[in-house]
């Protein structure tokens, strides 16, 4: 059986896991908007990768007695300067997520619920690559500063990238 204390914040986690995937629609829009499709696709497929975060905590809560709650999300700002901005936010954004699996780590470790402990390895493993990723993505777009060749490859690239869905072994 989980507390309640850890159970209100897996679901607050449920949250910003759909509010992470929402910002990343928004993050595709932007690019489909300047026919960026292959930046486009990145986003896209985070933002499915996301939704399924969000539904393995979903899984988990009720697989230890709990029950989940959804909560309200919060808008995500949209107003983006440029490809820049948009993968500072990002970086920022997995950062946020970080930190909010590095509370979700820290509640389970104080109250002793070694399941839980467990089944976060998983998201503390996940949020490294993913501030990797958001961070090397950040660093090429900066040596790209809008030159359409650099823009043009890094589109190519970030086109070949697929879904696959997310799975706790």
């Known amino acids: 059986m989980i507390s309640e204390k850890m159970l209100n914040a897996i679901n607050e986690q449920i949250k910003l896991e759909f509010e992470s995937s929402y910002a990343y629609i928004a993050m595709e829009a932007y690019f489909m908007g300047k026919n960026l499709n292959g930046f486009a696709n990145f986003f896209h497929v985070q933002a499915q990768e996301e939704r399924d975060h969000a539904y393995l905590l979903f899984n988990y809560a009720y697989s230890v007695g709990g029950d989940v709650v959804l909560k309200d999300l919060v808008a995500f700002d949209s107003n983006f300067k440029d490809e820049i901005d948009i993968f500072e936010k990002t970086l920022a954004h ?3 997520v970080t930190r909010s699996i590095h509370n979700l780590m820290t509640i389970a470790i104080e ?3 070694y399941a839980t402990q467990n089944f976060l390895q ?3 493993k996940e949020q490294v690559e993913e501030e990797d990723t958001a961070n090397g993505l950040l660093e090429q777009i900066k040596l790209v500063n809008g ?3 650099g823009l043009f490859m890094m589109n190519k ?3 070949a990238r697929t879904y696959t869905p997310a799975v706790i072994k």
Do not use: T
């Open 111 to 113: 109250e002793k619920d």
């Open 147 to 149: 030159n359409p060749n």
């Open 157 to 159: 690239e970030l086109a």
């Open 122 to 124: 998983w998201f503390v």
């Open 94 to 96: 997995e950062q946020l």
